[in-house]
């Protein structure tokens, strides 16, 4: 028993020393940061340049006529001539669809007869009101002879008045015949169906087509669409970090996967006053112009903006850019030293693989690969073939800073 007693205890006593050297060790991996290294670090580097950046901002979209309507009849009937097709181009005012008519023509004699027993109706009255009127006269002219009596020239001018009503009903009578012929004229020309609008081109394409001859339609049923294809209208959205960027005038630049070769030049001509709650994106409408109508309504766009441009600017890899302390920096090599040191800068335009640097002027080698390792002044190891700084300036070349936005988000 004693000595299971003494087993025990010696297991104690080891496990404590064990634990004890545990904490030891934990405590000082603690110390240590992470991730540096107490040697020297092999390291890529690579040189600062000057040149040109731009901030280009790429958003889709699709392509939107810049004008379309539907031509419907004003009046039912049966569709007897149709005479366009998908992808016709018609004319202002010209002829689209025929109606059967035969109805429309029919009323328009029915109220032309009715006109004509109207006006007769009148011409009647005009004659009761002449002869009226002349028995009145006598009847007056009787009176102041002391001829005629009182009565007589009452009756007298009772049916001059009555002849007078029935004279002014007869013409309010014509004047609504009159009406009606011309209603039922206009209700026949309906039959016609033409493609009517008022301002841009002279002719427009017929986009879609509704219906076939022989169709019964109704009122302001479809018959076909008409498109004006040029110029279009590029409608993308734009995110709130970009809406202050987006200026009305401002020149875009407008791709599509039908013609991967090929740019088309716009205009932004319309922003909206306000973001959807929903997307938190803003609709933008850039005005390209389509004269040989290779672009279509409906076709997906990438439409790049440029934000500003930066001529001579200073330029570092992407990769090089990083923190320490909460700065944002780099560290410059000093490839004769073999030794870094960290400097904070201020960043400008950042596209995929280049980063402006603002401040401070600075110029020679950038890590980039293995800084994640360095610290202020650590010491570091290099390939063989290392660049060197530029001694003079290199031709400038157009860098892009892009980012790219779409309906559900973006990233630069």
């Not at 009847?139 to 049916?159: C, G, M, N, P």
């Not at 669409?225 to 005038?249: C, F, H, M």
């Amino acid at each position: 028993m004693k000595k299971f007693s003494l087993l025990l205890l010696v297991a104690a006593v080891v496990a404590m020393a064990g634990w004890q050297l545990y904490k030891r060790a934990i405590g000082s991996g603690a110390n240590k940061q992470p991730g540096r290294s107490a040697g020297p670090v092999a390291v890529e580097i690579k040189p600062i340049h000057k040149d040109v950046i731009r901030d280009i901002g790429v958003f889709t979209g699709s392509l939107e006529p810049k004008a379309q309507f539907i031509v419907a009849p004003k009046v039912a009937g049966w569709l007897k001539k149709l005479l366009v097709d998908v992808g016709d181009t018609v004319g202002r005012n010209q002829l689209i669809a025929v109606l059967d008519d035969e109805e429309y023509a029919q009323d328009v004699e029915q109220a032309r007869a009715e006109l004509q027993v109207a006006k007769a109706n009148a011409e009647n009255c005009a004659t009761d009101l002449d002869i009226a009127m002349r028995e009145y006269e006598r009847a007056k002219a009787l009176r102041q002879k002391q001829i005629a009596s009182a009565a007589e020239l009452d009756t007298s001018e009772a049916a001059f008045n009555a002849s007078q009503t029935r004279h002014k009903v007869s013409l309010a009578q014509l004047a609504q015949k009159e009406a009606a012929l011309k209603t039922a004229e206009v209700r026949l020309s309906y039959t016609q169906v033409q493609a009517f609008w008022d301002e841009g081109d002279q002719t427009r394409i017929v986009g879609e087509r509704f219906v076939d001859e022989g169709a019964l339609l109704q009122v302001n049923q479809s018959i076909v669409s008409i498109l004006q294809n040029n110029p279009l209208t590029a409608v993308v959205y734009i995110i709130e970090r970009d809406y202050p960027k987006v200026k009305v005038g401002q020149e875009a630049v407008v791709t599509t996967d039908a013609y991967p070769d090929r740019a088309f030049t716009g205009v932004i001509i319309r922003i909206a006053p306000l973001l959807k709650e929903s997307s938190r994106q803003a609709r933008v409408e850039v005005e390209v112009p389509n004269p040989d109508l290779l672009l279509k309504p409906g076709m997906f766009v990438r439409t790049q903006v440029e934000f500003d441009r930066h001529q001579n600017a200073t330029l570092i890899p992407l990769p090089a850019l990083v923190r320490r302390n909460g700065k944002e920096g780099v560290f410059i090599a000093d490839p004769e030293k073999l030794k870094v040191r960290f400097v904070p800068v201020t960043t400008g335009i950042i596209d995929r693989e280049l980063v402006e640097i603002i401040q401070p002027e600075i110029s020679g080698l950038v890590v980039t690969l293995g800084n994640h390792l360095l610290e202020d002044g650590s010491d570091i190891t290099l390939p063989k073939q290392q660049p060197q700084p530029p001694n003079t300036p290199r031709t400038p070349i157009d860098s892009s800073a892009a980012h790219v936005s779409a309906n559900s988000g973006d990233s630069r």
